[in-house]
């Protein structure tokens, strides 16, 4: 079977208080294509395609609609809603126990609770409830010399987050681009192949550019690929359309780990130190 993951159930299992009792929205539904014999492809959904020199995992997070916007729009509204009831609690608790602290003595009084509002209200972010994990394992097809995946998910819009692994409930393992990264667009029935991720060698920092973090993998990233890795057979019959890659500017360290950022892409994006310069409309 395929490996089905609802981001958005795992995202808001710890973020959702308010509104635990409802089915929460799913904004990605995503499946890694197994290894079979036969390729079954959903027309309402879309595929990307991904070939590495050795197992990796990739880490996407899909940009929101409008439609998807308005929706975590309320969830947030109705998560600070409850936020608030809570908080009302609180403070009504605290100054019941700071009055009677006045007239008796060794009355413990609870901190001052902090009233949630717009600013400092903490709730996950969208991207963490849309994301998709591509690798290291679930792979559609693997060689001596490569590992193939084949990811089905919605169409949409989807920016790269790094080269890590996060599992639910345990640390998350890798790198982001928090410093600089790309978005490229999948479209319904279509495959969408994201290039080749080679080994690549290690990636010194850049001279003088004391803000550029170091690419402490050296992976070369969404290359063409060579010669001898051809497309599998099983899918070498439909449309494949190369991705087309656009700056998606720099990203949070949602997960605390390694930062780092991807290499200048010609034709994409450069580094103007730690500034990214859109090259696509040029």
Do not use: H
């Not at 693997?142 to 790269?160: A, H, I, N």
């Not at 279509?190 to 690549?200: F, K, R």
């Not at 290690?202 to 402490?216: E, I, N, T, W």
């Not at 700056?247 to 390694?258: C, I, Q």
Request: with cysteine; aromatic share 8%.
């Amino acid at each position: 079977m395929k490996r089905i993951m609802l981001s958005a159930a795992l995202a808001l299992a710890v973020a959702m208080p308010a509104v635990a009792k409802e089915k929460p929205p799913v904004f990605v539904e995503t499946a890694s294509i197994p290894d079979k014999p036969v390729v079954a492809f959903n027309p309402a959904k879309a595929y990307a395609l991904l070939r590495t020199e050795v197992a990796t995992p990739l880490l996407l997070m899909k940009v929101p609609t409008a439609e998807d916007q308005v929706v975590y729009d309320k969830l947030r509204a109705a998560a600070l809603d409850e936020a608030r009831r809570k908080y009302a609690k609180k403070l009504a608790s605290y100054k019941e126990s700071l009055a009677l602290a006045t007239k008796t003595s060794g009355v413990r009084v609870p901190e001052k609770p902090v009233e949630p509002t717009e600013a400092n209200f903490e709730f996950t972010p969208f991207g963490m409830m849309a994301s998709v994990s591509v690798g290291p394992m679930y792979r559609f097809a693997k060689s001596k010399t490569s590992s193939t995946y084949l990811q089905e998910l919605t169409p949409g819009t989807y920016r790269v987050y790094g080269t890590l692994a996060a599992v639910p409930g345990a640390a998350a393992a890798g790198s982001c681009y928090c410093m600089g990264s790309v978005a490229f667009d999948v479209k319904a029935g279509e495959i969408t192949d994201l290039g080749v991720i080679l080994a690549g060698d290690p990636v010194a920092r850049v001279p003088g550019d004391s803000s550029a973090p170091v690419d402490l993998s050296g992976q070369k990233l969404f290359q063409a690929a060579p010669a001898a890795m051809v497309i599998d057979p099983r899918i070498a019959s439909r449309t494949i359309t190369p991705a087309r890659y656009k700056p998606a500017g720099k990203l949070p360290n949602y997960f605390g780990v390694t930062i780092t950022r991807m290499p200048e892409m010609p034709g994409v994006f450069r580094y103007e130190r730690d500034k990214i310069v859109d090259l696509t409309a040029q």
